[in-house]
């Protein structure tokens, strides 16, 4: 494959990144380059996410402008993969509609790429194969030098009503801590100086208290800093709380998705908490971790929810007060229990109601960054930020991200900004101490 060039092209969350800097690394050891548009690839790879409908229309759209580019140039090959492409009727519906496409494999068959390469230049490829275990050791072409995500567990066995997330990615299955430490080890001796420990449900990963794999990923010299996503509220520990108050590596900030504030509501997304042991566990992470930085995910229109059900999840959020939401219209999901569910309400109900969570929250925020103007704080210096290439861009301990004008020999420091300016969603400042 040398000298033949591939475009990857990521749709949804850090695991999908993940999942399409592995594919990267594998096509990279084939031979290939990897570049960012289409009109010059040898091969096009959609690394899709299935978890809201208009990620999925995007995805048909994309793949259909493709058809003229494709009937130009037959010999590219273009691709399907990822949480889209795990659902038989969504492979089905790809390889009827779409016969442009060359191959189609699921979340489980990334370690066969080559393999599968080199039969679709023969003839189309559907590969929906489902493993119990976990292939290590592929390679990995990452897009930072300073932060990396290392996955700890793939898959999920939570079953909430309205995600697809376990049909897609499987059951749960842990790695072995010594081959998540090799990573990190691996990653500290190239230069990397954050990690983010990544699972759908990261603190119920298997084979340790996940307070003990935090702590030995800490132990890893190079490793500044730990961060870890997501977390499930029904699996916080008061030992994981405690291991983020105490142990200086471990960020203080979490990202705690309470996806709703009525506990009827929640039952009914099955998701094995109520709103009081939601807010218990916030008192108990800001007792113990004083500025700690909360950040959440939350689901506006579950089909049960009425407008009272959603006063509550106004209160949590006012409550809360997090410094940031990932606020979501509910999404209705083939397969799952809650696709059978009749609306309480009607589509412009639910609009408002996300209006005006998002103006409350982008209040809250807003507040929340003005209060840390005049306040030095600790920035790892990422890179360029991605929007002005004259500053450089980082993050707080807390997760925000700060852009200031430097020079890029601090990328990959840990430096003190003075912060100057803020909005809802960032913060700007100047270098004030030096590594
Ligand atoms: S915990 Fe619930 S929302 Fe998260 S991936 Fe599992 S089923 Fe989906």
């Known amino acids: ?30 031979g290939y380059t990897t570049i960012d548009t289409n009109d010059d690839a040898d091969l096009i790879i959609f690394n899709t996410c299935a978890v809201r409908d208009n990620a999925e229309q995007r995805v048909y759209g994309n793949i259909g402008a493709l058809r003229n580019l494709k009937d130009k ?21 790809i ?24 039969s679709a230049a023969e003839q189309r490829v559907f590969d929906l194969e489902e493993m119990e275990g976990i292939v290590e050791n592929l390679p990995h072409n990452r897009e930072s030098s300073v932060v990396a995500t290392v996955s700890v567990m793939y898959g999920c066995n ?30 500290a001796a190239q230069g990397y100086k954050e990690v983010t420990l990544l699972g759908q449900n990261v603190n119920s990963y298997s084979e340790l208290p996940f307070s003990q794999l935090l702590n030995m990923v800490s132990e890893v010299s190079g490793i500044e800093r730990i961060r870890f996503i997501s977390s499930h509220p029904k699996d916080i520990t008061n030992e994981l709380i405690d291991t983020i108050a105490e142990n200086p590596k471990v960020c203080k900030s979490l990202h705690l998705p309470f996806q709703a504030g009525s506990s009827k509501v929640l039952a009914d997304m099955n998701r094995r908490y109520t709103k009081e042991r939601y807010l218990e566990i916030i008192k108990s992470l800001k007792e113990k971790v004083p500025n700690i930085a909360l950040t959440s995910d939350v689901i506006v229109g579950f089909p049960t929810e009425t407008n009272e059900d ?59 960054n ?11 210096v990422e890179g360029y930020s991605k929007n002005n290439k004259e500053f450089l861009t980082g993050r707080t301990d807390g997760g925000k991200i700060v852009n200031f004008p430097e020079d890029k020999s601090l990328i990959g420091d840990i430096v003190g900004v003075k912060i100057t300016n803020s ?11 030096y590594n």
């Not at 033949?4 to 592995?22: F, L, M, P, W």
């Not at 390889?95 to 080199?118: E, N």
């Not at 909005?423 to 101490?433: D, K, R, Y």
Request: charge should be positive; glycine fraction near 6%; hydrophobic fraction near 40%.
């Open 95 to 118: 390889k009827k509609r779409f016969s442009h496409v060359d191959f189609v494999f699921g979340t489980h068959a990334i370690y066969k790429l080559p393999q599968i390469l080199y």
């Open 1 to 30: 494959m040398k000298g033949k060039k591939a475009h990857v092209i990521t749709y949804g969350c850090q695991q999908n990144e993940n999942d399409s800097e592995r594919i990267r690394g594998i096509l990279l050891d084939m």
């Open 423 to 433: 909005a809802p969603w960032w913060l700007a400042g100047e270098v004030v101490t």
């Open 310 to 368: 959603f006063e509550h999840t106004l209160d949590v959020v006012r409550q809360v007060e997090f410094d940031m939401l990932f606020t979501f219209i509910y999404s209705k999901r083939k397969g799952t229990p809650a696709e059978k569910m009749e609306f309480a309400l009607p589509a412009e109900e639910i609009k408002k109601n996300f209006d005006r969570l998002v103006s409350l929250q982008t209040e809250i925020s807003a507040r929340k």
């Open 158 to 187: 939570n079953f909430c009503t309205y995600c697809i997330v376990p049909y897609v990615r499987g059951r749960e299955r842990s790695r072995k801590p010594e081959d998540i430490i090799k990573e990190v080890e691996g990653l």
């Open 370 to 380: 003005k209060a840390l103007e005049g306040t030095v704080q600790k920035v790892l």
């Open 73 to 93: 140039k037959p010999h590219m090959l273009i691709g399907v993969c990822g949480c889209m492409t795990q659902q038989q009727h969504v492979a089905d519906y």
